[in-house]
Each structure stands twice: as C-alpha cells, then as structure tokens.
C-alpha cells in the first residue's frame, strides 16, 4: 500500500472513530449507575401527537431520558440524533415464542436494535412488562430475558444495552417495615431468584414499577403528604427493627424492593424506578388525583432524587436512584380506573399541565429533623 493510501486510510479510521464517539463514547455503555429523571411514552391515545413531535416535547421539557412498551422502529427512528438515552420493551404476548426459539431474539434485534446503533442512545431493553406475577408467562421470562442477551451478544452490544424486566411492586408479600421486605412466596424461588441471579451476573438494572398514590389509596394509615413529599418535619417514620428514619413514602417502598433483593443474597443490584407518578384526575369523590397534587408529587420527587450531594435511600445512603416517571401523555384507550386515563404531563392535544421544574433544580441540602414522635403506623 502506497503512503499516501495509508495516510487516507488512518484519516477515514480517525474521522469514523470520531463519529462514533459523538454518539457513542468509547467505552460507554450508557449505565444506570446514575441517577436521572426520565418518561415513559406510552401510545395508547386517540390522536396523540406523532413520534417526532413526541420527541419535541420531551426536548422541551428537558428530560434527557425514555422508557417505551414496544419496539417500533418508527418509534426508535424518531429519536435519532436526539440525544435522548431510550429503554426500549419486548410486549408481553411475544414471550412464550421469544423463550422457545432464539432466533425470535435475533430478528428483533436486527429489526429494532442494528439498524439505530450508531445513531440512536438505547441503554436497555425489558422484557415484558410486570409478568413476573402473570401464572401463564412467568416461566417464560428468564428464557427469554437469555435469549435476548444472546442475541445482543452474538452482536458485540451485550456491554452497551443492558437486558432486564420490569416488575410491579406487588411482588412484594411484605413492605413495612421495609428491612423486612421479601417477595411473594410464589415467585420468590421459582422466579425472582433466578432473575436476580442474571441481572447480577450481567450487572444489569432490578427494574420495578412503584407508584406511592397506589399505595396511598390502598391503606388508611399513610398520610396524603407523606406520600406527596410535604410532610412536614415532626412527621416520619422510624424503621423499628434498623431505627432508620423515612420521611416520604417513596423511599420505603424502594428499600422495601432493595430488602426483599437482598432477602435472596442480591445486595448490590442497581435498582430502577421504571414507573411512578400520580394521576390528575379520578373518581369525583378521589380527592387525591388532582392535577396540584399530580405537580407536587412530581416536583418534589426530582428535587429528591436529584440532590446535590446525593441522598440515596435510608437503607442506601448517597446510592443514587434512576427514576421515569409516568406518562407523556393522558392515554384515553387505557382501561381500568378512571385513573388510567390522567397519568400524563401532557394532554393529548400536546398541551402540557404543568411544570416539572426540571430547569429549576439545584442544590438542595437534607433537612434535619425536628424532634417528635411518629404520627402513624405503616401499610
């Protein structure tokens, strides 16, 4: 080879190596050991605005990172060059044929995944969404979760995207006191083991859906503020067998899931807050769906988890915890609750309901605590 020819070869090999690392930096596998604010971008609307405006949105309101059900490609392409890190899902009804055949896994692979790679920031793909508890796909999980990491394997993008699944928080059989967290009997062993066991060995994320205003509407005992992050100072909760004091609902609910992960000898996973958020409207007599509370909740919760420095957790002090909130916007073709239909921070029209104070965080120190004695028991 002439000199020449190799002087061209080396600048092409530098301006591609540069290229990538626009996107792409080397060695990057865009990991959730950090904490973020992100959103999910569910679908399930008449007439919600199309994918590349969807992307606008999001833009403006300065959320830097999203979790979708499915794996459009239309979806995917949308965001391209946008800056925005996506996790990406398997819908649940493709499991049974994903487990048993690992060619399954391929093709959505080189559907959805290759063709975005080197323009597209994808952090993770789950698995079904909250088919732990589902009798009939179950066992159908971790074969799948396996095959997809294969997949991405056999690809050279195992270490980039990270393969989990998402669980609801009623895996939990116990969550107060939170040190005494444990999985349901019926799963723990059989299923959550074994998947725990992978997304530690592959040092992926324990993703969970958790939402305090569930929690809030399922038990007398939890005061509203508590569970909105205003509660005021004289009003907490002490772990009575770590004495570890809790001041919002939200963090019990994560050192519940981060006990019951150690319970099985998992100590270390990275947990994922993959949905939470609460709804603005309801029942007429549901007083807490509101769209004050909607935004207080939400607010309150960056500022939480986006302290400077970190607070982390009770259980996980300066433990840093990743959380999506849900939704992008109301999604009128959900079924359900009246809820279901008023999760988003957008109306369907694109309009949005309030700010989430994004632009406005800062630093925030821990507040001590006065002195005083619980006001409630819990759950």
Same mark, same amino acid.
């Given at each position: 080879m002439r000199e020449s020819d190799q002087a061209l070869g080396r600048y092409v090999l530098l301006r591609l190596i540069l290229l990538l690392c626009v996107f792409f930096p080397i060695g990057s596998s865009f990991s959730f050991g950090g904490r973020g604010i992100g959103i999910n971008y569910g679908r399930l609307g008449k007439n919600l605005p199309p994918p590349d405006i969807a992307v606008k949105l999001i833009t403006s309101?300065?959320?830097?990172?999203?979790?979708?059900?499915?794996?459009?490609?239309?979806?995917?392409?949308?965001?391209?060059?946008?800056?925005?890190?996506?996790?990406?899902?398997?819908?649940?009804?493709?499991?049974?044929?994903?487990?048993?055949?690992?060619?399954?896994?391929?093709?959505?692979?080189?559907?959805?995944?290759?063709?975005?790679?080197?323009?597209?920031?994808?952090?993770?793909?789950?698995?079904?969404?909250?088919?732990?508890?589902?009798?009939?796909?179950?066992?159908?999980?971790?074969?799948?979760?396996?095959?997809?990491?294969?997949?991405?394997? !056999?690809?050279?993008?195992?270490?980039? @995207? &990270?393969?989990?699944?998402?669980?609801? /928080?009623?895996?939990?059989?116990? *969550?107060?006191?939170?040190?005494?967290?444990?999985?349901?009997?019926?799963?723990?062993?059989?299923?959550?083991?074994?998947?725990?066991r992978f997304l530690n060995k592959t040092q992926s994320p324990f993703m969970v859906n958790l939402y305090p205003y569930l929690t809030y509407k399922e038990t007398s005992e939890v005061p509203l503020d508590f569970a909105l992050f205003t509660a005021k100072p004289n009003l907490y909760y002490t772990d009575p067998n770590?004495?570890?004091?809790?001041?919002?609902?939200?963090?019990?609910?994560?050192?519940?899931?981060?006990?019951?992960?150690?319970?099985?000898?998992?100590?270390?996973?990275?947990?994922?807050?993959?949905?939470?958020?609460?709804?603005?409207?309801?029942?007429?007599?549901?007083?807490?769906?509101?769209?004050?509370?909607? !935004?207080?909740?939400?607010?309150?919760? @960056? &500022?939480?988890?986006?302290?400077?420095? /970190?607070?982390?957790?009770?259980? *996980?002090?300066?433990?840093?915890?990743?959380?999506?909130?849900?939704?992008?916007?109301?999604?009128d073709l959900k079924v359900g609750e009246p809820t279901e239909n008023h999760w988003g921070l957008f109306y369907a029209n694109g309009s949005k309901k309030y700010e989430l104070g994004l632009q406005k965080h800062g630093v925030l120190s821990r507040t001590k605590l006065a002195n005083g004695e619980n006001k409630f028991s819990l759950l």
């Open positions: 309101s300065r959320i830097k990172h999203v979790k979708t059900f499915d794996m459009d490609p239309v979806v995917i392409q949308a965001f391209t060059k946008s800056n925005i890190t996506l996790s990406l899902c398997i819908p649940d009804e493709e499991l049974p044929a994903l487990a048993s055949d690992p060619t399954r896994a391929d093709l959505i692979v080189q559907r959805s995944i290759l063709p975005f790679i080197h323009t597209t920031k994808i952090s993770s793909i789950s698995v079904g969404n909250e088919v732990s508890m589902m009798p009939d796909l179950a066992p159908h999980l971790l074969p799948s979760i396996k095959n997809v990491y294969y997949s991405l394997k !056999k690809f050279k993008i195992h270490k980039r @995207i &990270k393969v989990s699944t998402t669980h609801s /928080v009623a895996v939990l059989a116990i *969550r107060s006191p939170p040190s005494h967290g444990i999985f349901q009997e019926s799963i723990a062993g059989p299923i959550m083991k074994p998947v725990l770590t004495s570890l004091v809790y001041t919002n609902l939200f963090d019990i609910l994560v050192d519940a899931l981060n006990a019951a992960a150690a319970s099985l000898g998992f100590n270390n996973l990275t947990l994922v807050v993959t949905e939470t958020g609460w709804p603005t409207n309801g029942h007429e007599n549901d007083y807490a769906a509101s769209l004050q509370n909607a !935004k207080l909740f939400n607010q309150r919760l @960056i &500022k939480h988890v986006m302290r400077v420095p /970190v607070v982390g957790t009770p259980m *996980r002090p300066g433990v840093p915890v990743m959380v999506y909130l849900f939704a992008l916007f109301d999604e």
